[in-house]
């Protein structure tokens, strides 16, 4: 059902913080080729569930698909249609606040101390009234980034966790869903995630759980919480060094060996890498508009070990600011066999395919070979794939005819030529 007021689908729209342009599970649906074809095998889909705003994260009912995105028949054909093509579902579960319309709040505001809810939330002072809404540094109770709207679960309550813990297993039981992606999980106690791994693990044993921390986060990866988290640490440092272009590349090196120390090996193979999100701006944005400076960070992203991802778009060039700006329409207009940008992703995306292996098992290099190329190396089994990125001013001659992948480069005299911000990837055997 397409929102009242929705605006028109047009990417070059920047939306507003209460702007709605009508996309729903039946248009996922009816582009699951087009995600096969790219090459996707996951799909990480923002909150779905009943709320009021446009970006869903102030849950009115967990256990209802809210109505602008379909129902859950047409969610069940969403799974269904992706699991037929290979590909898996990641829903985005909000345990840490809940909807201002949500039927316990609503609750609490009614009937205050004699609520049964009233000990669901983390409240301050009785009653909760229009006027104590005013300064949201003061409200009377605790919420997610003092936002009235979202007040804060008390997920230490046994009856808040069993009510969690109940939808966590709800949409496994009856959708199969393969994964959760846990919002603000680090405000969460960790009692709360051990429980949550259990049940959810004893429905599904190969449900993947991952967290969002934007910071390092052993205490959560120690194999009794979360699989992985989003891994903003190496997206910083990818921004940086291509993007960016802040930091020299000896530093960029320790940076990126420094943060491969971070975590178990089993841990690391299976991290959320990314480098945009609905919670960040967009890359082409942070480039500049130089889309050779996206396609090295990319090209450097998929070739880390753990789970590369692109945020919705990137592949066809999509522009954003910071949240909401980075959450334009898709610009399906743009999808054509000629698209520079498409192609690229579809080349890497089988590059990454192809090395898989090697980069979960292997050994891992970075070396700066003269100031500003940086070489990429993994060995696995005397299989090797290398990477050279030249951030220098001058050109750089590889001394081989034949490459796997290669991005403003020249072929002169049967040499790979790279040019200023140019890269290839090649494998040996």
Request: aromatic content about 12%; charged content about 25%; some cysteine.
């Amino acid at each position: 059902m397409t929102p009242d007021g929705a605006r028109e689908w047009d990417a070059a729209i920047a939306p507003n913080r209460d702007d709605f342009f009508g996309g729903d599970l039946q248009g996922i649906i009816d582009h699951l080729d087009y995600l096969k074809d790219l090459g996707i095998t996951g799909l990480y889909l923002c909150p779905i569930f009943e709320a009021t705003t446009n970006h869903k994260y102030d849950t009115t009912d967990y256990f209802e698909i809210d109505r602008h995105f379909g129902d859950k028949e047409v969610f069940a054909n969403l799974v269904e249609e992706a699991h037929k093509r290979g590909i898996k579902i990641m829903l985005d579960a909000v345990f840490n606040h809940i909807g201002y319309q949500s039927a316990q709040w609503q609750d609490v505001l009614k009937n205050g101390e004699n609520s049964p809810y009233k000990d669901w939330f983390h409240i301050q002072e009785f009653p909760i009234t229009e006027d104590k809404l005013q300064n949201p540094r003061e409200l009377p109770y605790h919420t997610f980034a003092f936002a009235s709207y979202m007040p804060k679960l008390n997920t230490a309550n046994p009856e808040v966790k069993d009510y969690l813990l109940t939808v966590a297993t709800y949409w496994i039981e009856n959708f199969d869903i393969d994964a959760w992606r846990l919002d603000v999980a680090n405000e969460i106690d960790h009692q709360f995630w051990k429980d949550f791994r259990k049940v959810v693990l004893a429905k599904k044993p190969d449900l993947y759980i991952l967290g969002e921390i934007w910071h390092t986060s052993q205490p959560w990866l120690k194999g009794d919480e979360f699989h992985a988290v989003m891994n903003y640490p190496l997206s910083e440092s990818i921004k940086d060094y291509f993007l960016r272009q802040h930091k020299k590349t000896e530093q960029f090196i320790s940076e990126i060996n420094s943060q491969s120390m971070y975590y178990k090996q089993q841990i690391s193979e299976v991290m959320f890498n990314l480098l945009d999100s609905h919670d960040t701006e967009r890359i082409l944005t942070t480039a500049k508009g130089n889309v050779q400076h996206v396609k090295a960070a990319l090209t450097f992203l998929y070739l880390q070990k753990g789970t590369p991802c692109i945020y919705y778009g990137t592949e066809l060039a999509l522009i954003g600011g910071p949240d909401p700006d980075c959450r334009r329409v898709m610009p399906w207009d743009r999808v054509s066999e000629d698209n520079d940008m498409l192609n690229f992703m579809k080349e890497l995306i089988q590059v990454r395919k192809k090395v898989a292996s090697i980069i979960q098992h292997g050994t891992y290099s970075l070396e700066e070979l003269k100031p500003d190329i940086l070489s990429l190396k993994w060995n696995y089994q005397g299989k090797e794939v290398q990477a050279i990125f030249n951030q220098s001013k001058e050109n750089v001659i590889l001394g081989r005819d034949s490459v796997d992948l290669a991005s403003h480069c020249q072929f002169e005299d049967g040499q790979q030529v790279i040019l200023p911000d140019g890269f290839v990837v090649y494998m040996l055997d």
